[in-house]
């Protein structure tokens, strides 16, 4: 039971690559979300998604793209990376209604 | 508006107590939560309090909700060097979705 997978778990980026982060979860959970974590700044909603097939932005939703094709992946893409896209990201899970939110072990990305 | 504020860091010795404490300014919000981040892993849901109740006790760790201070804190008894990390407060509202709104994270660090 591997709960939120995320790959990859850590990747460096020149600036101007592009790369895609997978979350893959095995609860069957609705809704999925992409967090960013920033020094003194906690963990901020970048997009989010409450089913398969539906996405919407959260806070911070620029320069980061995703799609939900199928109900157990949420990608997040970064088209044209810069360096203020350094972070580490987190992916969330959870069903209406619930209290808790399970997360992914996170992505530490540097973009140089 | 939405706005989680923690102090930054904490420091205790083993066996005291710790108290982290939180300030929230969304009055509608429902439920209240304690993620802990240990280094290097994802958030992992430590306790929550439902927005009508005033304190929550589980084992160690004691919730202690004042509404109309918006003061949320969480003290662990007896620390131990195993408790440190990051811990967040965090709430959400019910907007038909639960949208996770975290503040900054306050490093705990329990001294031998």
């Known amino acids: 039971n591997a709960g939120v997978t995320q790959t990859p778990k850590f990747r460096v980026l020149k600036t101007g690559q592009s790369m895609t982060l997978l979350c893959a979860q095995d609860?069957?959970?609705?809704?999925m979300y992409w967090y960013r974590q920033d020094p003194g700044m906690g963990l901020r909603l970048i997009h989010y998604?409450?089913?398969?097939?539906?996405?919407a932005k959260g806070e911070v939703p620029d320069g980061y793209n995703v799609s939900r094709l199928k109900k157990q992946n949420f990608l997040l893409g970064l088209e044209s990376a810069a360096p203020s896209q350094t972070s580490v990201y987190f992916c969330a899970t959870n069903d209406p209604g619930a209290f808790e939110a399970f997360f992914g072990q996170g992505t530490r990305l540097t973009v140089v | 508006g939405e706005d989680v504020e923690q102090s930054l860091f904490l420091s205790v010795r083993e066996g005291d107590s710790s108290v982290i404490n939180c300030t929230y300014t969304?009055?509608?919000?429902?439920?209240l939560y304690w993620y802990k981040q240990e280094p290097g892993a994802g958030l992992q849901l430590l306790t929550y309090i439902f927005s009508n109740m005033d304190m929550k006790q589980d084992q160690r760790l004691t919730v202690l909700l004042n509404k109309k201070d918006k003061h949320l804190s969480l003290r662990i008894a007896d620390t131990q060097t195993g408790d440190s990390a990051i811990y967040f407060c965090a709430e959400t509202l019910n907007t038909g979705f639960q949208k996770l709104v975290f503040g900054t994270g306050t490093r705990l660090l329990v001294s031998p």
């Open positions: 998604s409450v089913g398969e097939g539906t996405t």
């Open positions: 969304d009055s509608s919000s429902t439920y």
């Open positions: 609860m069957n959970h609705e809704y």
